[in-house]
């Protein structure tokens, strides 16, 4: 655990500095301070009223004198291609990125990662940040011809605040994984090895045989531990049963009889929902993973909602 959290604090700088890159541009190229200098808006020079993309005839006339007296240079094809791939890519990126945070948010629940953050998520997740962070330093490095740009400009104005939600999210997303993480883990590696003698069904719950948890099951109230068996690989019986639930009703459509789960351990009993004493008081640690994951939902909105103000508004 401490080597992982180690890893993590070595390759903060490594992110934090490919950050800063978005703060960077080009000298030259400019779009919106061409609009400033002529009077015009962007529609008079692309057909696209937002700016960007195809030109007008007005506006291949103004390029191709630019052009000509030095105002602008040439654009390459390898500038074109770079920038088409970077955009490309950070569009992809994007759209894995969020769908994962709305698919958990939507139909999963946050509560499904209170025990300890899937390792496929994680990788989904940090693959997402550093490709969104460097995509988007080269797309700023073309696009914002100064840093006052940033600033000043309706553009680089959109473009710092979603710079600062990325942060932010970036932010939130190295808490959960090196801080918040460890301790989800922890608790849940501790309620498996604690000697309790009842589950809740949400409890149960968490004994699904991933992530290292033990496979339990449950049936005509007494639960079962089929960890040891080859039949429960991964928690998972025959791909149809899975681990972490009350399995008595199941049992009935069964090829077998009950004397196959009588073999297993019996190692708990299943109690009902608020049964001794009611529920613990949530850890610290747990409400600020939900806070971070909920503000997380907020932030995707926010930034798909930049974008529509960019090509819409």
């Known amino acids: 655990m401490t080597g992982t959290r180690a890893g993590g604090l070595a390759r903060l700088p490594v992110l934090l500095f490919l950050l800063l ?6 000298p ?25 993309g195809e030109l007008t005839a007005a506006g291949k006339e103004f390029l191709a004198s ?38 958990v948010h939507l139909l999963l629940k946050p509560a499904y990662a209170s025990r300890g953050l899937p390792r496929g998520e994680l990788m989904i997740g940090w693959s ?22 940033l600033f000043r400009t309706r553009f680089g104005v959109l473009l710092t605040i979603k710079i600062g939600i990325f942060l932010v999210m970036a932010a939130t997303a190295f ?37 290292g948890s033990p496979a339990l099951f449950a049936y005509n109230g007494v639960v ?11 928690g998972v019986h025959f791909m149809k049963h899975k681990a972490g639930a009350d399995l008595t009703e199941a049992l009935n459509l069964a090829p077998h009889g009950e004397d196959r789960v009588l073999k297993l351990p019996a190692v708990k ?44 508004w």
Request: proline share 5%; aromatic share 12%; hydrophobic share 50%.
């Open 21 to 26: 890159l978005l703060s960077f541009a080009s």
């Open 28 to 52: 030259g190229r400019a779009t919106e301070e061409m609009a400033e200098r002529t009077g015009k808006d962007c529609s008079y020079c692309h057909v696209d009223p937002g700016g960007g």
């Open 66 to 103: 630019e052009t000509a007296s030095g105002a602008v240079a040439t654009p390459s094809a390898a500038r074109h291609a770079v920038r088409f791939a970077a955009g490309f890519l950070h569009v992809v990126v994007g759209v894995l990125w969020f769908g994962t945070i709305l698919y």
């Open 128 to 149: 997402s940040i550093v490709i969104m962070a460097v995509t988007g330093a080269i797309l700023s490095y073309y696009r914002v011809p100064s840093l006052d740009d």
């Open 175 to 211: 808490i959960a994984t090196f801080v918040v993480g460890p301790r989800l883990k922890g608790r849940r590696t501790a309620e498996a090895a604690a000697e309790k003698k009842e589950l809740t069904p949400e409890e149960l719950a968490s004994f699904t045989g991933a992530d």
């Open 224 to 234: 079962y531990d089929a960890s040891a068996s080859p039949l429960w690989k991964g």
């Open 269 to 312: 009993t299943l109690v009902e929902a608020g049964a001794g004493g009611g529920p613990a008081p949530m850890p610290l640690h747990l409400k600020g993973f939900y806070f971070m994951a909920f503000m997380n939902l907020f932030l995707v909105v926010a930034v798909l909602f930049i974008i529509a103000m960019w090509r819409w």
